[in-house]
Structure formats: C-alpha cells, structure tokens
DNA sequence: TCAAGAATTAATCAATCGTTTGAACCAGTC
DNA sequence: GACTGGTTCAAACGATTGATTAATTCTTGA
C-alpha cells in the first residue's frame, strides 16, 4: 500500500540528470542520444521515460537541477530592499560591486580545470547554450530564473543613472553581464592566448577589473580614478 | 568528353548552401537533416552526398561560403597599416569605433545596401553556434577566421593606453569583445527580457552605445562626455 | 546524331532515434 | 506465501537518420 519513491529510484533519477547535464552540455538537445545518457548513468534507457516521461522531459529537470543548486550567492544579493534615502546612490554603487564580485563567484565556483566537479562547466556549458538558443518549452523556465539577478542589476543601474531611458539601462545592463558570462565561456582560450592554464590565478583581480570597467563605462563620475597616464 | 560542372549544377550546389545555412543556424548540426534542406533547395537529397560527399561536406562548404562574402568589413579594418606618428592617438581612437562598428554590422549582417537578407542573419547565427560550441572538423577553420581581428583590436588598445601591462590590455580587449559577443549570443534572451523579438531595431543606437561604454570603460579621457546628471 | 559524362531522381540501405512493451525484480503489508 | 505498487530491464517498435544504389535525364563536344 505504500505509493513512496524509493531511495533507489531517486538515485536513479539524480544519477541520469546529472548524466543528462553532461551529455546535453558536450553534444546538445538533438546530438544527445537517450541510450548514450543512460549508459553514463548506469541505467536503462527506459527509465528515461519512465521517470521524466521523455527526453524533454529529462532535459527540463536538468535545467531545473542546475538552477536549484548554482547562483546561490547572486540569488541572496536579489532578496535585499529597494535603495531609498540619502545614501541610495552610494548603497547602488556598493551593491553593483557586491553583485559583479557574486556572480563571478558563481560562475567560477566550480572551475573546468577542477578535477573535482566537472559538472559546474557543463552546467555552464548547458545555460550558454540554451541562452543563445532558447528552447520553446525551456525559454519560460529559463527566463523566470534569470528575471530576479536581471531585476537586481536594473534596480542599481536605475539609481546610479536616472537619466537613462529604461532601454539604455539594459544596454548597460548587457554591457555588464556580457563581459562576465563572456569571460567565463572563453576562458579556455583566455588561457591559451595568455600561455597560462592556471589564468586566472587572482580572481580578485579579474573582478577588480571588471568592476573598475563597468563602473567607468557607466559613467558615474565618482568611479573614475583618473587613469594613469 | 566534356567534364566540365554545369552552370545549372553550379546554382544547385548555392542553393543547397544557402538552405544549409538557414537550417542549420535555426536548429543546429545535429537537428538539421540533409531531407529539410534539400527540401527547402528544392533540390533530391541525394544531391548533398554527391556535391560536398555528405552532411559535414555541406557544413564545411556552408562556413566557407559565410567566410567568403560575409564578414568583411572587420577583415578590411585588420589590414590597415601600423598606428604611428602624432596622430597615433587620434587614429587609434577612430580604428576602435571603426572596429566596433564593423564587427557588430558584422556580427548582425544587417547591411544598409543590402537590408532585409535573411541570410545574414542566419549566417552569423550559425557562426554564434559555431563559436560556442565548434565542431572538432571546423573549429581551425574558425580560428583563423577570427585571429586577425582580436590582433588588431589589441595594436589600437595599446596604443591607447600604453601605461598598462600585456595582461590588463587582454582583460580590455576581453571586456569589449565580450559585450559585442554576448550581445550577439544572447539574442534570444535579450529579445525575451524586453519582450521584443525584433530587437535591435536600430543597430546604430547599440552600436553607439557599445563604443560610448567601451571607450568610457577603457579609461580614455577624451571620450568622456560627462554623463548629464 | 550520338555517345559520354555530369546531374538528378526515386527507391532503398543499414543504423540509430525516442518510445513502448511486458515481464521480472524488490521492497513492504496482510 | 500471496499480494501490491514502485522500479528496473531486455527486447522490440515504428519512424527517421545519413548514405547508397541504379536508373534516368540533361548537357555537350565530336
């Protein structure tokens, strides 16, 4: 009488996403085959279908798995209050840093070159994807799950640059956002071009760059410590 | 005893091309089929092994055809001759703007004389594929596509801004490629955050504002017209 | 006019795709 | 032990994949 999932079956489950992310990220939606991602997870290729009832299905989970357990640290900055005050302005300007410094965190929370975790990469791998080409029954899920880190960054930009029209603000936006997902999709040949695998050694520094950068791009007067010439 | 191609087979082979492109940029490598494309070439798919011996023949040929009419104006800009003399600066600014403009016109192939070709589109969508994730027949074919143009835009920033070590230029040059890549990258997203699919619709006020944040970002003081506040 | 080669075609190939099936397995409950 | 429902499995399904075949049409130089 008992109608429980078993622990083995969420194993199951847990293993053919996590082989889904890999396979998916490496090959894509279509180049993926079912019989390959089962094989990786040690399981039958049915159970595909039993558990997500199809490669859709299965592809939607992965997606959401990795939603579920990355972005942590970007998703606590989005839960903060609105800027109000006197001190709005220099509040914005703290919080785009606290927010450029998370994501970079995140993104690089799990690095290729960590033998550790080759699933952060992959999961990267599956979002860069799936951003360039959104999939009809994924574009919804995808967007909900960015629309918080996006409303975020807005909220800043809004403050720090009241003159902008809200369309120039997401130019700012996608100016800012561009150069860290960028970074972090062509980090492989960032560390070919430099003739260093170990780039980037100081992240700190990669983050101070890319804060100094967005800030002068921005154009906010007080972020301009003139440069050196 | 003539074994000469036919001018009829000549106009076969580019409309197999030319569907090749679209198919393959809509769906990918592997969700294309050769029976889609040579539908839509209106041509037997039998065609695609006899003229380019097979699918991946027919890919290779597609990114070649790309390569051969598209993207030109970045490859007229990188054979400009060496920034020099008082004007140096003054030049390097202007290649700069000229650069960013001619790569995203590029990357968008929305040309002022020939507006309206839905093969630019799909040309440079399919190479936005390619580059995130290159397949291992094309991935040299690409490389060398792109390397002249990541070398000239870094001759301009060290001439800008030659106060700075190798590695900050590469983390400018990184910081400015990336806005433009990930814009080209991320349309899909970007069209759905503004819940506009025909974004940009006027490429000239993004291409504005990528220079205006680049240079500002670069921290060039000539290029700061302070922002109104 | 005619043979030769290039180009095109419909039909078919083996392989693989995602999915379905029906039986087996493995808990627990009575 | 019989029963139940969740889970797993090997085998097979029909459909579609890229590629191939052999016959046919088209083009052209002799």
Same mark, same amino acid.
């Given at each position: ?87 709005? $302005? ?5 919080? =785009?840093?606290?927010? &450029? !410094?998370?994501?970079?965190?995140? /993104? #690089?929370? +799990? ?23 959104? $999939? ?5 899920? =995808?967007?909900?799950? &960015? !629309?918080?880190?996006?409303?975020? /960054? #807005?909220? +800043? ?73």
């Amino acid at each position: 009488m008992n109608a429980q999932p078993t622990d083995a079956s969420i194993d199951t489950r847990q293993r053919l996403i996590e082989a889904a992310i890999l396979t998916f990220a490496e090959k894509g939606f279509d180049g993926a085959g079912i019989r390959e991602i089962a094989l990786r997870a040690k399981a039958n290729s049915a159970l595909v279908t039993y558990h997500f009832s199809g490669k859709e299905g299965l592809y939607l989970e992965a997606l959401r798995y990795i939603f579920a357990r990355k972005a942590c640290r970007v998703a606590e900055l989005a839960t903060a209050p609105a800027l109000e005050g006197p001190e709005a $302005r220099k509040d914005a300007i703290q919080r =785009l840093k606290d927010h &450029i !410094r998370a994501f970079m965190q995140d /993104l #690089m929370a +799990c690095d290729p070159l960590d033998p550790q975790d080759p699933l952060g990469e992959a999961a990267m791998a599956l979002m860069a994807r799936e951003m360039q080409a959104p $999939r009809a029954t994924s574009s919804a899920l =995808l967007m909900e799950q &960015i !629309r918080p880190h996006v409303d975020h /960054l #807005m909220q +800043c930009l809004q403050v720090l640059r009241p003159d902008l029209s809200w369309g120039d603000l997401l130019n700012m936006g996608m100016s800012i956002q561009g150069q860290l997902l960028y970074f972090r999709n062509s980090l492989g040949i960032a560390r070919l071009i430099r003739s260093n695998p170990n780039y980037p050694e100081d992240l700190e520094e990669v983050i101070r760059h890319f804060t100094d950068f967005s800030l002068r791009g921005l154009g906010i007067p007080e972020a301009f410590p003139q440069p050196r010439n």
